[in-house]
């Protein structure tokens, strides 16, 4: 088994993580604002870099490097501002939709705007009925001619106020399950955005909102997959891109904890030496990074599975797993690094606490941990 | 305007302090360090790749060094320059400055015809800035270091102007020249996921003495005028004089100390 | 071969800089040694007056090259004459000033006459090698991180460039006798691949922390005096730069650019002096690896006094001011000194 990385996978997790320590960092404080308008000019870098399209083949403007490397810009970015990996995640959603569910015209339409940048696109599943209760969702869209008339509010939705088009799930039928997914753009009449939501991990740059479809007029070619399939459509962006995704979040928060951990450990003297000097500490450092590699190897593996061609369906428990190991290796290193540092562990200046804000964030984000159980124990018992 | 780049693998600058010297047998020890691009070599292929924007022409990186080196080249293809070259052989091992500039010129000849030969002005390791002006002695075109701005007069000459402590002097610059760049002189490029995969699809050569046929005796450690002979590694501990008196007598003790030092 | 030792004399804008003459000192120590004589090339235009300068500095023999056409460096006939003069008179040993363009200069010349070159030297000395007295270069490496030594075994002249402000400066003495040696420049305007046209000069623009030979670090103590004025004065005397510790960034005397420690920059300048600062790791961090660690404190038990080589106990109020006098008393130099004191930082 080769456990290597590709050299084309080396060479752009080296691109990532100068352009993050280069440019982002530098400007952690600005981004973490809780008022102003959204850094385009990153987002623009980021696609500059090909970054948003690495799981995009060619032909639709992307690189066509595949999931892992997604994984992998994903957490070279969030090992610094986790908020920007979230929009990598995040922004590559629509995308993966409809590479997997879209028509041709859909495909050419959208994704290469997407991935240059032009235009951003977000899932818009959850309303105040639930997010992982996809079923109970109220939104309707009743068919009038070629157009569907779409009604409904969806909420804690991230970033509502920047995104131009929306995937939303909507009610196409009678039975309860007849649900389908829709593209909305938000210059449509009668789409209204509403208020942003005061989350922990709120800014400027991660703004996560509300928007209301009144009586909006959506031509039926909009519509993503067969009508009231549009579950299957949904989960599989959030199975496949979006579970990955989170969990390559969870990996750089993890990894920065331990980095920022042990750094600080190795500094700090206490009783005339070192705190690695520490057995206590000690353990806990390489606790912190056996929590990582081992967070690793799952979700490296899971991406390698979908660029080997597998649908996220067979692969899901391995897919739940690794974003549920990695969201746990990310809780347990922000609250081991923040212990670390002692008083100075809930200081601003550290970091630390915006990171352990953007890990509390992803236990219900991206598929949220307990469904991860769900998913992993369900297939476990088929499996034996 | 065909430019070729000289750019060297360096141990990574945040890992110096990792860098030992064997006590018995006096030589740098530096295995296991992690290496990169030298960071001034990354400004000179930026340059190399604005001037083929605006003129058109190719791009040619050359490294001499260990099979490792190729990487470097690698990266160099990412930014996206066009043809990349290795030197590699045991004959070129253990050079000084001069000897490896003799490489250096022998295997830029052998690539023929070039407007331009670029490189950072030093590396972070050796730092003596000393290769650039000595492959441009070697090849008989003229060079300018610390050069931190470009204007192109026509495609015949340009203008460099290099820094010098206290201000610049601007040169004018008979093509075919060489220049080594400093930092000033541009923000350079990240590769991009697709500058990678076009990158990784193109073939380094690698070139041994065989190819360029540089005379024995004037290359690797026959070729090196100079030898390291020995070295040591600069203790940090500290002196800790404390003094205690009236701040008079404190501050002219110290005073004079710190100019038997050379801190002041 | 002649039994010489030379060194290039750098003139720029009609001034002998500093380094021109902290070469002839140590070409004196080590012509001594040689039992050898010490010359000099200076190159200009109406120089004669600096040939004098140098001979009373110590050079029995002066290569005294004038031309118009040379008062700015010009790389290619500079290079050209020095080559010249090598191979016409083959000294043991020529060192320059490692100045942005002593470096521009020398390898050119070494790779014209195919011998060794060191850069940067901080020492030099003679060590019998084989019988033969050969000059050892000592260099620092990797950042400074370790200290190489070199030599040219063979190959002559052994040629080196120096560290400005590093080596000592020679006594002036009227009365010395020496040599002119008038060499005609014979310009042919085709020898110009490179011609330097024009000068411009720049008051340096303040040099950022992290290249700042020299940096004056203050803490909370300075908040018995009022803010960072006494920090300030003595970064001014010194040339150097201001930094601090975060209480001092959240007092507002700087701001957090200068904030040195684990949360802030990390620097190593050649002298470090912090006031005020009790020392903790966290702060001290950021400085480590400075060459020469001063610290004031009023306080004897601060851990600031174990990570450094000069330690002041006393009235950060009373002491400040007596170190700004004493340094700016220093004695004038007949000559301007170039201040650029290590030469340009190597860019990063």
């Known amino acids: 088994m080769d456990f290597g990385l590709s050299r084309e996978q080396e060479m752009l997790r080296k691109t990532v993580r100068e352009f993050a320590e280069n440019e982002l960092r530098p400007r952690e404080a600005e981004f973490s604002q809780p008022e102003g308008e959204w850094p385009y000019d990153v987002w623009n870098r980021i696609a500059e870099l090909g970054l948003i399209g690495l799981a995009v083949p060619k032909e639709y403007g992307g690189s066509g490097m595949g999931h892992l490397a997604r994984m992998v810009a994903i957490e070279e970015i969030s090992r610094v501002y986790p908020g920007w990996g979230a929009h990598l995640r ?163 928060i993890a990894q920065a904890a331990v980095e920022i951990g042990t750094k600080y450990a190795k500094e700090r003297h206490l009783y005339g030496k070192p705190l690695t000097d520490l057995q206590s500490i000690l353990f806990w450092i390489g606790e912190m990074e056996r929590h990582v590699v081992r967070a690793r190897w799952l979700c490296y593996h899971a991406a390698w599975l979908l660029d080997q061609g597998k649908r996220p369906e067979e692969i899901r428990a391995e897919i739940a797993m690794a974003k549920l190991d990695a969201s746990e290796a990310a809780l347990h290193n922000c609250l081991k690094a923040i212990e670390i540092h002692g008083a100075y562990g809930t200081a601003t200046e550290f970091g630390l606490i915006r990171k352990f804000k953007a890990a509390l964030d992803m236990i219900a984000a991206a598929g949220s941990n307990n469904i991860s159980r769900l998913i992993m124990s369900g297939a476990t018992v088929e499996k034996y | 305007m065909d430019i070729i780049v000289c750019i060297k693998q360096v141990p990574n600058p945040e890992h110096f302090s990792k860098i030992t010297i064997d006590p018995q047998k006096g030589t740098i020890r530096r295995e296991g360090i992690p290496a990169v691009v030298n960071p001034l070599d990354r400004h000179a292929l930026e340059e190399a790749l604005r001037i083929r924007e605006r003129f058109s022409g190719k791009v040619t990186a050359i490294s001499m060094g260990p099979p490792q080196a190729r990487e470097a080249l690698e990266e160099a293809l990412a930014m996206g320059i066009d043809d990349a070259v290795l030197l590699c052989d045991r004959a070129f091992a253990g050079a000084d400055t001069l000897a490896t500039a003799y490489a250096l010129a022998g295997a830029i000849k052998k690539l023929g015809k070039f407007d331009l030969v670029l490189c950072g002005n030093e590396t972070v390791d050796g730092a003596t800035g000393q290769v650039g002006p000595q492959v441009a002695e070697l090849l008989g075109v003229g060079h300018v270091t610390y050069v931190n701005k470009v204007e192109f007069v026509d495609g015949e000459s340009l203008i460099a102007t290099r820094t010098i402590e206290r201000g610049c002097l601007k040169v004018k610059v008979r093509l075919p020249a060489l220049l080594a760049v400093v930092r000033e002189i541009n923000k350079f490029r990240l590769p991009t996921a697709l500058s990678i995969i076009e990158a990784t699809k193109k073939e380094i050569k690698t070139w041994t003495n065989k190819d360029i046929g540089a005379r024995e005796e004037t290359i690797g450690l026959s070729g090196s005028p100079t030898q390291v002979t020995g070295g040591f590694k600069l203790e940090l501990k500290r002196k800790c004089e404390i003094l205690d008196d009236s701040p008079e007598v404190m501050a002219k003790e110290a005073v004079e100390k710190l100019r038997e030092l050379g801190a002041i | 071969m002649m039994n010489e030792v030379w060194i290039w004399a750098e003139q720029r804008g009609g001034r002998l800089l500093g380094i021109s003459l902290e070469l002839l000192n140590k070409g004196l120590e080590l012509s001594n040694e040689l039992k050898a004589e010490l010359a000099a090339i200076l190159i200009g235009d109406r120089a004669q007056n600096l040939a004098q300068e140098l001979i009373a500095y110590g050079a029995g023999k002066i290569y005294l090259i004038e031309d118009p056409k040379l008062k700015l460096y010009q790389s290619d006939i500079y290079a050209r004459i020095m080559a010249g003069l090598i191979e016409q008179h083959k000294p043991q040993i020529l060192l320059l000033g490692g100045t942005a363009i002593g470096m521009d200069l020398a390898p050119r010349v070494a790779a014209k006459v195919k011998t060794g070159l060191t850069a940067h030297c901080v020492d030099l000395y003679i060590e019998e090698i084989n019988n033969n007295p050969c000059l050892v270069a000592v260099v620092p490496g990797f950042g400074g991180n370790l200290m190489v030594k070199i030599v040219c075994p063979q190959q002559r002249p052994q040629m080196a460039t120096v560290k400005p402000g590093v080596m000592e400066m020679p006594s002036r003495n009227e009365k010395r006798a020496g040599q002119i040696m008038k060499v005609e420049a014979q310009i042919k305007d085709e020898e110009f691949k490179c011609q330097t046209i024009e000068m411009v000069e720049q008051e340096p623009t303040g040099v950022p922390l992290e290249e700042s030979a020299v940096v004056v670090a203050g803490g909370w103590g300075l908040n018995s005096a009022g803010g960072f004025k006494l920090v300030e004065e003595l970064a001014e005397v010194l040339g150097g730069a201001v930094a601090g510790t975060r209480p001092a960034v959240d007092a507002g005397w700087i701001s957090e650019e200068q904030m040195l420690g684990s949360s802030g920059k990390t620097i190593s300048p050649r002298l470090l002096i912090s006031i005020g600062a009790s020392g903790q790791m966290h702060f001290t961090t950021g400085f480590l690896k400075s060459k020469v660690i001063v610290a004031i404190n009023n306080n004897p038990k601060s851990p600031i006094f174990e990570v450094c080589d000069i330690g002041l106990v006393g009235d950060l109020r009373k002491i400040v001011p007596c170190l700004v006098e004493d340094i700016s008393s220093r004695a004038p130099r007949t000559h301007r000194r170039a201040d650029f004191s290590s030469s340009i930082p190597a860019s990063r």
Not at chain 1, 143 to 170: C, E, P, Q
Not at chain 1, 208 to 235: K, Q, S, W, Y
């Open chain 1, 90 to 252: 995040g922004f590559g959603l629509v995308p993966y939709l409809l590479l997997n569910h879209g028509t041709e015209e859909q495909k050419k339409k959208y994704i290469p705007r997407l991935v240059k940048g032009e235009i951003q696109g977000s899932l818009a599943n959850t309303e105040a009925t639930g997010g992982s209760d996809m079923i109970g969702i109220e939104t309707t869209a009743k068919l009038d001619g070629d157009h569907y008339i779409i009604n409904g509010r969806k909420v804690m939705i991230s970033r509502s106020t920047v995104s131009d088009v929306f995937a939303v799930t909507a009610r196409t039928g009678e039975r309860d399950r007849d649900i389908s997914a829709i593209l909305i753009e938000a210059n449509t009449p009668g789409f209204q955005r509403g208020r942003v939501e005061n989350l922990i991990a709120h800014s400027r740059t991660s703004p996560v909102g509300e928007f209301t479809m009144t009586d909006c007029r959506v031509p039926v070619a909009n519509r993503v997959g067969a009508e009231h399939r549009g579950l299957g459509v949904i989960l599989g962006a959030i199975n496949g891109a979006g579970r990955t995704g989170g969990a390559g979040i969870c990996l750089g």
